[in-house]
């Protein structure tokens, strides 16, 4: 399958004065999992809304599932499956009672109702505990049960923002996990977002978003190979000194981030006994390894994913879910 | 993966689906979502015991005190009829007033706790919700109002099967048009706050003034007119009345207790007709409402 189920063209949101999203283009194929990935604020949340039809944009044109999100948006909503970002399942009723819910107001034909719900809730592992109020669940058996529910009414495109959001590293894998299965069983075209590097990287394809616009899209290892080469990072006690025998002697630039010095070079392997040779300053630490998606972003934007406010404000938004559920 | 798993073919993009019936749709949303307040309703059996305790309160408590001293009043039929009897179908209808503006706030509930969008992002038409929601909140506060019919025997109230099969369509009426009233409150509300504000600023004002607790009759001019502006008095009115006839008084005695306009005294199919209007044009504003917002 390689048709497009996802096309974007030009999508701009305005708020008053600022511009969420400064005109993006996307296209998504039928059976990829594509990854839209930035910092908080990127406009990520804001793309997702105009494609799941929540917000409409204030330029730009977008079909899902061969429909306008513009004209019918009701069309583009019966074919697509979301799980939103917060919480949004009934606590009081079980697992089983959200799915026919769910059932019922999309319009699941009474037939294979039950069968279906049967099906997703075998598919997420959550058989066992489909008779439990949903409160008693934890947060990834919540996480598993949207998912299931968004895939009910056999939607073509699975929209996810930020699916693994304050879930444990264990949790998150196990989510993973469960796409994987879900595309290679369904062949179901996953589209989600988030702002964890180390996930993207399950992704077939990458958008990386910052300030509202697309800045690099492709595989995770094409926009790896964007770095060229390995990455060397080196601290010293006379850092002026080595950076500047480095580009004198090496014809390498290093950029200094916090007292530490990192270099892109083509291979690594070959450079390091170099750098530790030829250096007249003291050479105090060396590291060598792949380019990761961080280092594409630093490369990209001039700036790291700032995953430290990130991780405030999520801690902040976890309390508020706590106290109140609530979004925003 | 084992072989043995049935792989079920992903829908091709672009694929005509069969075309679903909008308004199949829209009875099937109306449906699950009547039926999952009914649900939420049954499994919260704790609610359902604590709401008996005010109504009892207020009978016991209120209507004994208030009994003793107002025995042989005039306006009670000179001692036929005593005041807790008077205020027993006033307290079934404080029930459906309560329970109906409770009812109603769930949907605040569901946008604090996500599930309302869950419902509002569905391929569903919105006056579904808003319907759905209604009808929801009209059950449990009938129900929760016809369940104090348990507490006859105790405040000296006969009841006949006639009585109660009456009180059944009338409850239900009361309880739609309070329902409705709370469904479009709360369609357009935002926070809790706006909840309090609800219940200290209308429902119990509402309460106070509808007749439950005294007659509408010889009241001042300014709290007559507040009274016939509220529409919990249209509701509790042919209560009493259904009531107050089992109990051997002459209808005159009971025409001076219940609501009047200009003097006339209101027959129950006009209260009943004011009340299923006033419900429908509360349910339009509700679904109004429930469009507008995003």
């Known amino acids: 399958?390689?048709?497009?189920?996802?096309?974007?063209?030009?999508?701009?949101?305005?708020?008053?004065?600022?511009?969420?999203?400064?005109?993006?283009?996307?296209?998504?194929?039928?059976?990829?999992?594509?990854?839209?990935?930035?910092?908080?604020g990127a406009g990520k949340s804001t793309t997702i809304s105009i494609l799941c039809t929540l917000l409409t944009p204030t330029a730009g044109t977008a079909r899902v599932a061969g429909i306008?999100?513009?004209?019918?948006?009701?069309?583009?909503?019966?074919?697509?499956?979301?799980?939103?970002?917060?919480?949004?399942?009934?606590?009081?009723?079980?697992?089983?009672?959200?799915?026919?819910?769910?059932?019922?107001?999309?319009?699941?034909?009474?037939a294979v109702r039950r069968q279906r719900i049967d099906e997703m809730l075998e598919l997420l592992q959550l058989t066992d505990r489909a008779g439990s109020q949903v409160r008693t669940y934890s947060g990834g058996m919540k996480r598993r049960l949207e998912i299931a529910r968004g895939m009910l009414h056999e939607p073509e495109v699975l929209f996810l923002d930020e699916p693994t959001l304050g879930l444990d590293p264990q949790t998150r894998q196990s989510i993973w996990n469960h796409l994987n299965e879900l595309r290679a069983r369904k062949g179901i075209t996953i589209f989600m977002t988030t702002?964890?590097?180390?996930?993207?990287?399950?992704?077939?394809?990458?958008?990386?978003?910052?300030?509202?616009?697309?800045?690099?899209?492709?595989?995770?290892?094409?926009?790896?190979?964007?770095?060229?080469?390995?990455?060397?990072?080196?601290?010293?006690?006379?850092?002026?000194?080595?950076?500047?025998?480095?580009?004198?002697?090496?014809?390498?630039?290093?950029?200094?981030?916090?007292?530490?010095?990192?270099?892109?070079?083509?291979?690594?392997?070959?450079?390091?006994?170099?750098?530790?040779?030829?250096?007249?300053?003291p050479v105090d630490t060396v590291t060598l390894r792949r380019p990761s998606l961080d280092d594409v972003f630093v490369k990209l934007t001039g700036h790291a994913i700032r995953d430290e406010e990130a991780g405030t404000k999520d801690q902040m938004r976890m309390m508020g879910r706590a106290w109140m559920g609530r979004r925003r | 993966m084992s072989a043995e798993v049935a792989v079920t073919p992903a829908v091709p993009s672009g694929v005509q689906r069969a075309p679903v019936d909008t308004r199949l749709a829209s009875l099937r949303a109306i449906y699950i979502i009547w039926y999952r307040d009914i649900l939420r309703f049954w499994r919260d059996r704790w609610r359902l015991v604590a709401s008996l305790t005010q109504p009892l309160l207020f009978l016991v408590v209120f209507g004994s005190g208030l009994s003793s001293s107002l025995q042989g009043s005039a306006s009670f039929g000179a001692g036929r009829l005593s005041y807790i009897q008077f205020m027993y179908?006033?307290?079934?209808?404080?029930?459906?007033?309560?329970?109906?503006?409770?009812?109603?706030?769930?949907?605040?509930?569901?946008?604090?706790?996500?599930?309302?969008?869950?419902?509002?992002?569905?391929?569903?038409?919105?006056?579904?919700?808003?319907?759905?929601?209604?009808?929801?909140?009209?059950?449990?506060?009938?129900?929760?109002?016809?369940?104090?019919?348990?507490?006859?025997?105790?405040?000296?109230?006969?009841?006949?099967?006639?009585?109660?099969?009456?009180?059944?369509?009338?409850?239900?009426?009361?309880?739609?048009?309070?329902?409705?009233?709370?469904?479009?409150?709360?369609?357009?509300?935002?926070?809790?706050q706006g909840f309090q504000v609800v219940i200290n600023f209308l429902m119990m004002p509402m309460f106070f003034l509808s007749g439950a607790l005294f007659p509408l009759s010889g009241l001042p001019g300014w709290m007559a007119v507040l009274t016939r502006i509220d529409p919990a008095s249209y509701g509790i009115d042919?209560?009493?009345?259904?009531?107050?006839?089992?109990?051997?008084l002459p209808s005159a005695v009971i025409d001076k207790l219940g609501l009047t306009i200009n003097g006339q005294v209101l027959?129950?199919?006009?209260?009943?007709?004011?009340?299923?209007?006033?419900?429908i044009v509360m349910l339009a504003i509700a679904v109004i409402s429930f469009k507008r917002r995003d």
Not at chain 1, 197 to 220: F, N, Q, S, W
Not at chain 2, 156 to 172: D, E, F, N, Q, R
């Open chain 1, 1 to 40: 399958m390689a048709e497009t189920v996802i096309q974007a063209h030009g999508l701009v949101k305005r708020y008053g004065e600022l511009e969420a999203v400064r005109g993006i283009d996307l296209e998504v194929k039928g059976g990829e999992i594509f990854g839209f990935l930035g910092p908080n």
């Open chain 2, 238 to 248: 042919p209560l009493r009345r259904v009531v107050l006839s089992e109990s051997g």
């Open chain 1, 68 to 110: 306008d999100v513009m004209h019918d948006p009701a069309g583009v909503r019966q074919r697509i499956g979301l799980v939103f970002q917060d919480p949004s399942v009934d606590g009081e009723l079980t697992g089983r009672e959200n799915l026919e819910f769910h059932a019922f107001i999309y319009s699941v034909p009474a």
């Open chain 2, 89 to 192: 179908p006033g307290i079934i209808g404080m029930a459906i007033l309560f329970s109906a503006i409770f009812g109603a706030m769930s949907i605040v509930w569901d946008r604090e706790f996500g599930f309302l969008k869950e419902v509002l992002v569905a391929p569903i038409d919105r006056s579904a919700v808003a319907i759905g929601k209604a009808l929801g909140g009209t059950t449990q506060a009938m129900i929760q109002g016809l369940i104090l019919l348990v507490l006859a025997p105790f405040v000296g109230v006969k009841l006949s099967l006639l009585t109660v099969l009456t009180m059944i369509p009338l409850a239900a009426v009361m309880a739609f048009g309070l329902s409705s009233l709370g469904v479009a409150l709360a369609s357009s509300m935002k926070s809790m």
């Open chain 1, 195 to 281: 702002h964890y590097m180390d996930e993207a990287e399950y992704c077939d394809r990458i958008a990386i978003i910052d300030r509202g616009k697309i800045v690099a899209l492709g595989t995770p290892d094409q926009l790896k190979a964007m770095v060229g080469g390995d990455v060397v990072t080196m601290t010293s006690s006379q850092p002026d000194a080595a950076v500047r025998e480095i580009t004198e002697l090496l014809g390498v630039t290093p950029s200094r981030e916090n007292g530490t010095l990192r270099m892109e070079v083509a291979d690594g392997k070959a450079f390091v006994p170099r750098l530790v040779r030829e250096l007249m300053a």
């Open chain 2, 267 to 279: 027959p129950i199919p006009v209260e009943v007709g004011i009340m299923l209007a006033f419900g």
